[in-house]
């Protein structure tokens, strides 16, 4: 049952204003200097936001939407000026404030109040039976750890998560660290995020990573954006769709919820749109209901071979197709078995707004098809994916300008950690890189992804949790048994800049060890360093902190990882820790030498904006086992809900980073002052026999009839696609049982969970 910590989300307070009509503007940039001075202070303030995305600069830790080339002196928004100054923040956490409260105390305190107590700032230990942290050197912190992962039965009882907020230095070591100690078990926020897009891209195009750039956004006659709310999670994308609207493309927008930054949008770095109406983004939107967009796209495919047969040789490339591809004839025949009545009760759209789509489709010579968590947090994400593949397929829209596949990654570095070999599922080729240039032999059994660790950890198999730079006991599905699980331990390290749920929710020891932030500069033996990220167009570049660290005694990350590995593995071996340490330059000679794509790497990155890493379909080239793009057959499916029932999603805010709240609102969305709340259609509310306002709990079912139950959430009419309800995240995650996962990708279906409302007082 879900808990209610005591001081979030005091209901009453809900305001509710009409939903904008456009993002970013004025407001934005207000909110961001008063998020960000009130954290931050002035001087750091300005520091941080001088040096955020510029080339010798931060690298903005808000998302991975890329860098533009021609870069403006303002080159971040609302959002990303928010994240870099919650980090920071001149708030400190010290061993005074865990003397003052317990970890049973702190365990009672919001998200949001956990976050805010400031930067965490030196090791803190909870020993077995004690109520409270307390200090620890880093040396006997290390030691802890050595210890405990020394005395498992096997490497495979531990596990090393983490976001996709570490950059690529540190997650090199950390994988070359778990796999020389024995283990494949790195778990990553990717499991819960974009796992989807690289299942289902891998499969068709051989690379499970986007083909394009900013400049053909830029270029495209026709973008869509299916299941993604950039006006708050990707706020720069919508510099690059004004621009594709200046060059005369048009944008597709598909979404429950009529987002506000797919209206329109005032771009707060000109003029026009700091006075103007700003600009209209979505030239057609589609109010899809959750799950559809895998009948939406099976349904386009129909009328594109409907099309062709009506005027053959005029709708399909049979050029590309033929030299390209495999599998088309029997896509083909499957894909007109798709049925009008399947689809229009699948996505509640009418078959005239799909036939507008089509025509759209005909007339663009170059589709680029960008989507997020709306596609990829499904059951059907994967076989969603492959069917948006073929879609592109049909008409030769990949690997040409203007047109191809592009995931819009969420975390600044999630791409970057998976290209450094942080995967439970790493290829061989790769660990047989790994073990040549540091002669070793890596471990080959595949390890635990974010869900078959949660369960290893239940049944008793996993005894030590390490999680880096992320919050795992809130990120993941099923709060309940996460949290049990990670109880379960014996050991539970986090290494982390700020507190979070993770540090409260502990094993027999836990350990917190406080590290530099992206923001932080960082200076070894050598010198002053920079670390890498790669972006959601692999574009490498660098990122060099500005500010004095939050306090002497922090770590870097890289010095982490590397210390741990020494006092674990013992001193001598085949691996130059100590020599890493000091000089990361010496760690991306590595990189270099062990991961495709990064030859010269320091000489590359050391060039203002660094490099792009090839894509092989852009070359024409797809690394399938056949050597071709493949076209699937993907069985019917979208989400059945019986009578008296909702599909419910579990989203952003537009005040939150991932499961950390900074305020109470979602402006854009008209939310002010609560959180638990759910959004649901006026006329849903009407059949359910609910009001707007009214107080209910949350009911999600499962297959094997177990029911799980989120309490006291405010019911908000708000103009959703019929059928579905929108909650924040992570206050819902306790409604996403651990086994509802997308098949393939075994991702949690946090979009997706079948629920009820169930009213427990009348509207107050
Ligand atoms: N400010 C801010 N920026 C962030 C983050 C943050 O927390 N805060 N998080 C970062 C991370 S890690 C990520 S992964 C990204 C996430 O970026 P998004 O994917 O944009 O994030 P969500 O809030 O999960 O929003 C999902 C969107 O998909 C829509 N949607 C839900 N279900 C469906 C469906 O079935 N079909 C369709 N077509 N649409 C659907 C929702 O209405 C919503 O607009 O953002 C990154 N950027
Ligand atoms: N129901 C539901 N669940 C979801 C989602 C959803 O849409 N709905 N989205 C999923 C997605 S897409 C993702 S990516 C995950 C996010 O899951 P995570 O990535 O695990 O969570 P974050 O909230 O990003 O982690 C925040 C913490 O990271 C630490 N941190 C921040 N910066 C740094 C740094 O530079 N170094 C270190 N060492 N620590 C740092 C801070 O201590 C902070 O408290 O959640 C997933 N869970
Ligand atoms: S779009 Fe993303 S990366 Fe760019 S400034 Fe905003 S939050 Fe940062
Ligand atoms: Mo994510």
Redesign the pocket.
């Known amino acids: 049952m879900s808990k209610t910590r005591p001081d979030v989300d005091p209901q009453d307070d809900l305001k509710v204003t009409p939903p904008k009509t456009y993002a970013a503007g004025v407001p934005a940039v207000a909110h961001a200097m008063e998020y960000s001075l009130a954290q931050a202070g002035p001087k750091r303030t300005l520091l941080t936001l001088l040096s955020l995305n510029q080339a010798e600069g931060i690298d903005c830790?808000g998302c991975a939407w890329p860098d533009p080339k021609h870069r403006h002196k303002n080159e971040y928004c609302e959002n990303g000026a928010k994240h870099v100054n919650d980090?920071a923040t001149t708030r400190r956490v010290t061993r005074e404030f865990f003397a003052e409260h317990s970890v049973a105390e702190l365990d009672t305190k919001s998200d949001m109040w956990l976050?805010h107590q400031g930067r965490l700032t030196e090791p803190m230990v909870k020993r077995p039976g004690a109520t409270h942290y307390e200090p620890i050197g880093w040396d006997d912190a290390f030691g802890i750890i050595a210890d405990e992962l020394n005395g498992l039965a096997s490497p495979d009882e531990a596990m090393f998560?983490t976001?996709?907020?570490?950059n690529n230095e540190a997650a090199f070591l950390l994988q070359l660290f778990a796999r020389s100690y024995g283990t494949n078990n790195l778990p990553d926020?990717?499991n819960?995020?974009h796992e989807s897009s690289g299942s289902g891209l891998g499969e068709t195009l051989g690379i499970g990573k986007g083909s394009v750039s900013l400049d053909d956004i830029h270029e495209s006659d026709l973008v869509f954006v299916v299941g993604q709310n950039p006006g708050t999670n990707h706020p720069r994308m919508l510099s690059a769709l004004e621009q594709t609207k200046r060059n005369g493309g048009r944008v597709i927008a598909v979404n429950p919820l009529p987002e506000a930054g797919l209206i329109r949008f005032k771009n707060p770095q000109k003029p026009s749109g700091v006075v103007g109406r700003g600009t209209p983004i979505a030239d057609v939107f589609l109010k899809i209901r959750p799950g559809g967009d895998l009948a939406f796209f099976q349904m386009l495919n129909r009328l594109l071979l409907e099309a062709e047969d009506a005027a053959p040789g005029t709708v399909l490339d049979h050029d590309y197709i033929a030299a390209n591809t495999i599998g088309f004839e029997e896509f083909a025949a499957h894909t007109r078995t798709v049925t009008w009545e399947h689809v229009l009760e699948a996505t509640g759209l009418t078959r005239e707004e799909i036939e507008g789509v089509l025509q759209e489709v005909l007339a663009a010579r170059s589709v680029i098809v960008c989507w997020a968590?709306g596609l990829t947090?499904h059951r059907h994400g994967v076989p969603t994916i492959r069917e948006l593949v073929s879609f592109l397929l049909l008409r030769g829209n990949l690997g040409r300008r203007g047109a191809g596949v592009c995931p819009v990654r969420?975390?600044s570095n999630?791409q970057g950690d998976r290209t450094m070999g942080i995967w439970e599922r790493v290829p061989d080729s790769f660990l047989d890189a790994l073990g040549r240039e540091f002669s070793f032999e890596p471990p080959r059994r595949h390890g635990f992804d974010s869900v078959a660790g949660v369960r290893a950890m239940r049944d008793g198999r996993a005894r030590v949790f390490v999680g880096?730079?992320?919050?795992?006991v809130?990120?993941?599905?099923d709060s309940d048994v996460t949290e049990a699980a990670l109880r379960s331990c014996s050991l539970t390290v986090q290494?982390?800049?700020?507190?979070?749920r993770s540090h409260t929710v502990c094993g027999e020891t836990a350990l917190i060890l406080p590290?530099l932030?992206?923001s932080d500069r960082d200076v070894q033996a050598t010198g002053e360093q920079f670390v890498t990220v790669e972006d959601s167009m692999s574009e490498v570049h660098q990122s060099r902190g500005r500010l004095d660290p939050a306090s002497p005694d922090l770590l870097s990350?890289v010095a982490i990882i590397g210390r741990l590995a020494r006092r674990t593995l013992g001193e001598g071996g085949t691996i130059p820790w100590e020599d890493f340490e000091a000089d990361y330059a010496l760690v991306r000679d590595r990189i270099a030498r062990v991961v495709p794509g990064f030859d010269d790497f320091n000489a590359r990155v050391a060039v203002p904006g660094g490099f792009r890493l090839p894509n092989p379909v852009n070359e024409g080239r797809f690394p399938t086992p056949s050597g071709k793009a493949v076209f699937t057959c993907n069985a019917l499916d979208h989400l059945d809900t019986p009578p008296g029932h909702l599909v419910l999603q579990?989203?952003?805010s537009h005040d939150q980073?991932?499961?950390?709240p900074y305020a109470m609102n979602d402006r854009y969305r008209g939310i002010h002052d609560a959180r638990r709340i759910v959004m649901v259609n006026p006329d849903d509310l009407a059949e359910l026999g609910l009001a707007d306002r009214d107080l209910v709990d949350i009911v999600s079912i499962w297959t094997d009839g177990s029911e799980r139950r989120a309490e006291g959430f405010r019911v908000v009419a708000y103009p959703a696609a019929r059928g579905s309800a929108a909650s924040y995240?992570?206050e819902?995650?306790v409604l996403?049982p651990l086994d509802s996962v997308a098949e393939v990708s075994n991702t949690?279906t946090?979009?997706g969970v079948i629920v009820r409302l169930e009213r427990v007082a009348a509207a107050g």
């Open positions: 830790p980090e976050n998560y976001s996709g907020r570490l926020c990717s819960m995020c968590m947090q969420g975390h999630v880096v730079a992320g919050n795992f809130r990120a993941m599905s290494i982390s800049t700020k507190l979070n590290t932030g992206r990350e579990s989203l952003r980073w991932n499961t950390i995240y992570p819902t995650n996403v949690p946090s979009k």
